[in-house]
């Protein structure tokens, strides 16, 4: 539905307007003259203003100027006599949507509507992506240099090292890591870096959506082409014309998004759902995931064609635990970052508290850590964060002092090496939820390597519990 104003002193033509377009299922409004149809914008601010052309006193034309003045994205259509079809044209050139000449038929009308108000569709969603990508360009301009992607360690010099390089092709990117480690932020910088970034960053979580309505995300789709489909809708991929469009958690895409995916990378160009007009864009994609694809085409989920399509340039981010000399620095990032959304007082991290961090494994890499440093906040009474404001999972480690006592002839070192084995190989399985490659990918393990385990220690899906 949508908020439609018309214009028109003649009241038999302006009733049967207003009558065609509530039967469409909009909110319409009516003004018997210009000067009420411009107190009407005002009060209102409709989708859609339909105006006469030929007014006693305040015209048409004085109403389009004067609406695109104080709103140049304001959609108007004028309707006109037949013999004023050249006043129409000077509309037009004056920023009109576009017009009907009278008389017309209730379908010439509905038709134009449709497309007015799908054009407006559009413009919101090209807007409200503007609005996303300067918010991004901002973060990923502060965090390229350091306020976002933080780390000095050798791992992650190489990381901004790629960052670099790749950044000034448009050869696509195919980003691994795992899950928090930041995938979306070096996307962002990759972008950033390149010579699309003043075009748009638009992406898309691959796994947050069902397949149909993943490849109507993507791709688009023309109106009436499913249930609900009640405009044309711009896909990604022509949002991000000109930028950079970042696929995340691309091993979950299905079958069917796969193979057109795989020829919008071969070819630029694709229909919309339920549509045949060919749409060509100019997008470089950047994809990431946590899964192992080599593995994912094994087991016959994944494309093999459509895997060496992405992974023409890959990179590999390196998990939290990889890069510990980098926790006291984003220990401090995370702090200043955090102090507004805490209200707390804290400056820093204690030396027992930073002992802990160090010594923890971070499943969950920078985003679990950001998560414990803004829990450990809200919870301080000091300055500085202490072992006891940390989570147990966290400080239990430091409190333990991490000493294993000596066997003393009980067991053999096999024995215990074994037992420690299994125990690391069922939290692992109960933490990926019963998911083996996932399972393989948290223990850095071959899944076949797993599969052996699994069966050596006897642990099946009723250790989930």
Not at 4 to 24: A, C, H, P, Y
Not at 222 to 235: D, I, L, N, P
């Amino acid at each position: 539905m949508a908020k439609v104003l018309v214009v028109e002193d003649n009241n038999t033509l302006r009733e049967g307007i207003v009558q065609v377009l509530k039967r469409m299922g909009h909110d319409v409004t009516s003004a018997a003259n210009g000067k009420l149809g411009l107190e009407a914008w005002r009060a209102s601010k409709p989708d859609l203003v339909l105006t006469d052309l030929k007014m006693d006193q305040v015209d048409g034309m004085t109403v389009l100027r004067t609406i695109r003045e104080e709103d140049p994205e304001a959609l108007v259509m004028i309707v006109t006599a037949f013999g004023s079809i050249e006043r129409a044209v000077d509309a037009m050139k004056e920023g009109a949507f576009d017009f009907i000449p009278k008389p017309f038929p209730p379908d010439l009308l509905r038709t134009k509507v449709s497309k007015a108000l799908e054009v407006r569709d559009e413009r919101r969603e090209a807007a409200k992506l503007r609005g996303e990508n300067e918010m991004l360009r901002r973060d990923v301009a502060a965090g390229y240099d350091g306020a976002s992607i933080v780390g000095s360690s050798e791992p992650m010099r190489r990381v901004f090292t790629m960052v670099d390089k790749v950044g000034r092709t448009d050869s696509t990117v195919h980003v691994f890591g795992e899950s928090g480690t930041g995938k979306e932020l070096v996307a962002r910088a990759i972008h950033d870096s390149s010579t699309r970034a003043s075009g748009p960053f638009v992406k898309v979580n691959c796994s947050a959506l069902a397949e149909t309505l993943l490849e109507s995300e993507l791709f688009g789709h023309e109106k009436g082409s499913f249930t609900g489909a009640m405009a044309r809708r711009m896909g990604r991929f022509e949002l991000a014309d000109g930028g950079t469009l970042f696929l995340d958690e691309i091993g979950d895409i299905g079958a069917t998004t796969q193979l057109k995916l795989l020829r919008v990378l071969q070819e630029r160009e694709f229909e919309r759902v339920g549509g045949s007009e060919t749409v060509s864009v100019d997008v470089r994609v950047v994809t990431a995931t946590n899964k192992d694809l080599k593995v994912e085409v094994e087991e016959g989920r994944f494309r093999e064609d459509l895997f060496y399509r992405l992974h023409i340039i890959p990179m590999t981010l390196p998990a939290l635990r990889e890069r510990t000399s980098d926790i006291p620095e984003l220990a401090r990032h995370f702090v200043e970052k955090l102090a507004t959304r805490t209200r707390s007082s804290v400056t820093g991290v204690g030396d027992e508290a930073m002992g802990a961090l160090m010594a923890y494994g971070w499943p969950g890499n920078v985003r679990e850590l950001e998560n414990v440093i803004e829990r450990a906040m809200v919870f301080a009474e000091g300055e500085k964060i202490a072992l006891e404001d940390l989570p147990p999972v966290v400080s239990g480690g430091a409190r333990r002092g991490d000493v294993l006592d000596i066997p003393r002839g009980e067991r053999s070192l096999p024995e215990i090496l074994e037992d420690l084995e299994r125990q690391l190989i069922l939290r692992a399985y109960r933490e990926a939820k019963g998911v083996k490659t996932e399972t393989a990918r948290l223990l850095g393990i071959k899944p076949s390597a797993l599969y052996y385990k699994l069966d050596k220690y006897e642990v099946t899906e009723e250790a989930l519990g």
